[in-house]
């Protein structure tokens, strides 16, 4: 699959609060944009990757209300990295000629239609007890901190790297300063996570357009290829997580790697699914930009910020800039822009690889996808 596919159009709907919208409008305002970035017209579009929030029969409700008629539609719901994972199964359709372009998108007014996804816990198992989502990051962070000495304030480092990368984007929706002192000081959620340290809520919707490698230089726009992706999953429950400190992207990212030809010395920006600070983490731990249990040494004094030697979530994340239920496809955007080197001040200067980390429920799904400029085929 590496270099056979790429992505040849994003957009990316208005965002932030948005009264008004339906899920369906932000996410229609995303596909038209994404087609006019890609020259395309509606009809081009043969196959669909849709999940939308909230929604049920997915994909039939974003061909409807397109008005499309895709020979491939697939709505697979991972949660958060649904978006990285249809990637992986669009360059396969695309690959297999089943189709010819393929859109992948989503679209949620969570904010304005006062939609609280981190309430709800799919299995009764551990609903009975009160669990909320937030909870069980919470765990994985406490087993963090007792294992390896992880401190609030390192966590609270990644809030603040994340808010300075999103001073720097226009559309992120939380620009203001913000210090260490300010997220240790927030409310607490979750001990040991603040307010602070939890993603946004709001609107918005994006839109992807891929598709053969063969065609990818007819665009108006820089492909971004696809060099390599791999999904895991180990359970759904925290209580049945193997090791709270070790995530399937321990798993996915070593797949990744080997059917991208790269390794984590070779990726020049990382766009990695921030619901929590501690995902930023144990994400960096677990694809090998620094060893287990070293991850809160590594981020401290601005590693991953803005002039840091290794940058994370350049958009400002789902901590500071958009967070509208599910993520994912959000960090594709924040890729494809870095390689095509359209990411105003938050550029980062020459960047040839970029590795996108999406994770769903409570660390229950990992899929990792590297993207690539031309040079790296």
């Keep these: 699959m590496r270099g056979k596919t790429a992505i040849v159009g994003a957009g990316l709907s208005e965002f932030g609060e948005v009264p008004g919208w339906s899920h369906f409008e932000l996410m229609a305002q995303s596909v038209e ?32 209300y397109l008005g499309l008629h895709p020979k491939v539609i697939e709505s697979t719901m991972l949660g958060g990295s649904s978006f990285v994972n249809f990637v992986q199964w669009a360059a396969l359709a695309l690959d297999a000629g089943l189709c010819d372009v393929a859109l ?36 994985a962070a406490s087993r963090h901190m007792h294992q390896y000495g992880t401190t609030r304030e390192q966590l609270a480092e990644i809030a603040v790297a994340a808010r300075a990368w999103a001073a720097k984007n226009p559309k992120a929706m939380m620009r203001d300063e913000l210090t260490l002192d300010e997220v240790l000081a927030a409310r607490m959620v979750s001990d040991p ?4 340290d939890c993603c946004l809520i709001t609107d918005g919707g994006g839109a992807l357009i891929m598709t053969r490698a063969d065609r990818a230089k007819d665009f108006p726009q820089k492909p971004a ?37 790269l390794g984590p010395s070779d990726i020049d ?40 030697s290794l ?19 959000f960090l594709l955007a924040e890729a494809v822009e ?24 409570i660390l229950a799904t990992q899929v990792t996808a590297i993207l690539g400029a031309e040079s790296t085929l």
Excluded: W
């Design 104 to 139: 992948v998108t989503y679209g949620s007014n969570s904010r304005s239609g006062r939609r609280r996804p981190g309430s709800m816990v799919p299995t009764p198992y551990e609903s009975i007890y009160g669990m909320r989502l937030v909870d069980g990051y919470a765990l």
């Design 269 to 308: 920006v990382l766009e990695l699914y921030d619901a929590f600070t501690i995902n930023t983490l144990l994400f960096l731990e677990d694809l090998g930009f620094c060893k287990k249990g070293e991850g809160g040494g590594f981020v401290a004094g601005g590693t991953i910020g803005p002039g840091g």
């Design 33 to 64: 944009r994404a087609l006019a970035d890609a020259g395309l017209r509606k009809n081009d579009i043969d196959g669909v990757f849709a999940v939308l929030s909230p929604a049920g029969l997915a994909a039939p409700m974003v061909v409807e």
């Design 193 to 196: 996570l603040t307010v602070l």
């Design 225 to 261: 290829y696809l060099l390599g992706v791999a999904a895991e999953v180990g359970h759904d429950q925290i209580a049945q997580m193997e090791d709270l400190t070790v995530t399937g992207a321990a798993r996915s990212g070593p797949r990744a790697y080997q059917m991208a030809g």
């Design 311 to 329: 940058p994370v979530n350049t958009n400002g994340g789902g901590l500071s800039c958009v967070h509208p239920g599910m993520y994912g496809i």
């Design 338 to 361: 870095q390689l095509r080197g359209n990411a105003g001040m938050r550029q980062i200067e020459g960047a040839q690889a970029a590795l996108v980390h999406g994770n769903g429920g």
